[in-house]
């Protein structure tokens, strides 16, 4: 990976600006420990996309379409106003593009949810972006090391693994729709690999996505199911697990190396299915565990690679 850039969001790539300005007002002199508490907290966040989204579509009856509407337009509103609390326009920042592979993203992955658990998801999730960058590198020929090979191979076959039919195999359907919102995912994160402000992009593409999810909810009127849970979830997922998420861990990537950065997102997972055995009561599978150890492990290895590529 190129010095200067960093992996964030499950993948989004985004070079680090010294002394960019951000709501926390945190600049590069900032202590170790502040960079690893900010860090856990975006960890946390990231992971709590997919634990919010499987509590309200598993329990309160909010149909997915809603619970993708709720959680960009509320994410925008959030980014909106971080926009203007640091003292500048979201103007000009973010493209359709972006926005509609943003919008792909959170739509399938909502209607993911609806039958796969946390883990499990957001172990296809990642998976199918880390596959989808690494391609993407390979096509357009960027210089590929052996650990690099090595690592996309064992987390493809990990994803494939976990796919395999079987009785404890994840929805095949669900699962089909959780690997397209990664590949969109990961369309969105090489997008943004363009310097500049990480946080008003963002804004921007979210802002942008808005029109999306209203023809979604339009299109899907008839099967709308709203309640004040469901859509708590929704406004949670927006403002905390999306909006301020992202925001805090740009704020973090002032403190982390390229490689660092790239590593901790290991921990997305993990977080995911830890919470879904807590909090959902979800079980966790051989199968599942040996998928991730494999997903995980060439991921890693993916990593080791590009540092020593760097």
Known sequence: MPAG???CGLGV???????????????????????????????????????LCRLALKGTGIDPASFTS?????????????TQVRGGSHSGSGSWLSAFALFLYAAAFSFAYVSLTAGTGALLLFGAVQVTMFGYGFWNGERIRVPQVIGFLLA??????????????PPL?????????GVAWGVYSLRGRNPG???????????RAVPFVAVLSAATLPFVSLNSTGVFYAVSSGVL????????WYTALQGLSASSAATVQLSVPVLAAAGGIIFLGE???ARLFIAATAILGGIALTILGERKSS
């Open 70 to 82: 709720i959680r960009m337009i509320s994410g925008a509103v959030c980014l909106w106003f971080i």
């Open 197 to 207: 402000d990480a946080t008003r992009a963002t804004a921007g593409n979210f802002l």
């Open 156 to 169: 493809f076959g990990g994803l494939l693994g976990l796919l395999l039919r079987g009785i404890s195999a």
């Open 241 to 248: 697990a999306s909006g301020l998420g992202y925001v805090i």
């Open 5 to 7: 850039f960093a992996r």
């Open 173 to 181: 359907q669900g699962s089909a729709l959780m690997l397209g919102a």
């Open 283 to 285: 079980q966790l599978s």
């Open 13 to 51: 790539v985004t070079r680090r600006q010294p002394g960019t300005r951000n709501l926390l007002n945190v600049n590069h002199s900032m202590s170790p420990a502040r960079v690893r508490v900010l860090t856990l907290v975006a960890m946390i966040a990231f992971a709590g996309n997919s634990l």
